[in-house]
């Protein structure tokens, strides 16, 4: 009876225990999935964390290289917009260099008759109270040779014959009065006149053509009388300018 009694205890220790054996061994697995499952997340997250890390090196560094490429670009755009700027002016300074030859104005205007010396000479003429010469420029031309003489009051050759005249007198253009042109060879002219300034003054000046320069003042005579008064007639106070040629 006692033998019968000890087989069940026996029995269900042992159910017990084997029972505790499989419980024990899943918590084991159960346990080990768990670490294994933990290791890969940490695993997975610092790979993450690293990929993180790097990834605003990268893009910096692609900024960079676009910001550089942006500048090259935009110096490049620059130097296409400043190579035709520069060569505007290039062709502004050649058209301005082509016009000063041709700016005649310009040119009279930095002669002034107080810059040449004059030297006075003697004259047989009873009409001519003294008579003077000086070393003057001649008066830039825009014309081209060969030169004629030209007796038309509206040519550019009658309005340089005036400009000669008045740097060898001091006489303004526009006061030059009573004017009588006459020829004194094949490219030389004598221009009688009166400064309508100051009507008491009366001037002979002669004036030569210089091949390629442009006329040019060689004498004045003043004079006591404007001895060429009698060409424009009865009608000579309402000519203001006459010209002639012999």
């Known amino acids: 009876m006692e033998d019968e009694q000890l087989y069940p205890?026996?029995?269900?220790?042992?159910?017990?225990?084997?029972?505790?054996?499989?419980?024990?061994t899943l918590f084991v697995v159960v346990g080990t999935i768990l670490i294994f499952t933990l290791i890969s997340l940490v695993i997975?997250?610092?790979s993450d964390e690293d990929n993180t890390e790097d990834a605003p090196e990268e893009m910096v560094d692609s900024e960079e290289e676009n910001d550089?490429?942006?500048?090259?670009?935009?110096?490049?755009?620059?130097?296409?917009?400043?190579?035709?700027?520069?060569?505007?002016?290039?062709?502004?300074s050649d058209s301005v260099d082509q016009e000063q030859p041709n700016d005649?104005?310009?040119?009279?205007?930095?002669?002034?008759?107080?810059?040449?010396?004059?030297?006075?000479?003697?004259?047989?003429?009873?009409?001519v109270d003294y008579a003077y010469t000086s070393n003057w420029a001649p008066i830039p031309t825009v014309q081209e040779e060969p030169h004629e003489i030209t007796w038309d009051q509206s040519s550019v050759d009658w309005n340089e014959m005036m400009r000669a005249a008045s740097l060898a007198t001091?006489?303004?253009v526009d006061d030059i009065y009573y004017v009588w042109v006459s020829g004194n060879g094949p490219q030389s002219v004598i221009a009688t006149f009166t400064n309508s300034a100051n009507l008491?003054?009366?001037?002979?000046?002669?004036?030569?053509?210089?091949?390629?320069?442009?006329?040019?003042?060689?004498?004045?005579?003043?004079?006591h009388s404007h001895d060429e008064m009698h060409r424009f007639g009865s009608n000579s106070t309402e000519d203001n300018d006459e010209q002639g040629e012999e």
């Open 200 to 223: 008491d003054e009366h001037f002979r000046v002669y004036i030569t053509w210089i091949e390629n320069q442009g006329w040019q003042p060689e004498r004045v005579d003043v004079l």
């Open 170 to 172: 001091d006489v303004a």
């Open 104 to 127: 005649s104005s310009d040119d009279f205007a930095e002669q002034n008759p107080d810059d040449f010396d004059r030297e006075i000479i003697s004259s047989d003429d009873e009409n």
């Open 68 to 92: 550089q490429n942006d500048d090259d670009s935009l110096d490049e755009d620059q130097e296409e917009i400043e190579d035709p700027n520069e060569n505007t002016n290039d062709l502004e």
């Open 44 to 46: 997975f997250t610092d």
């Open 9 to 24: 205890s026996r029995l269900n220790r042992y159910e017990k225990k084997r029972k505790n054996t499989k419980w024990l």
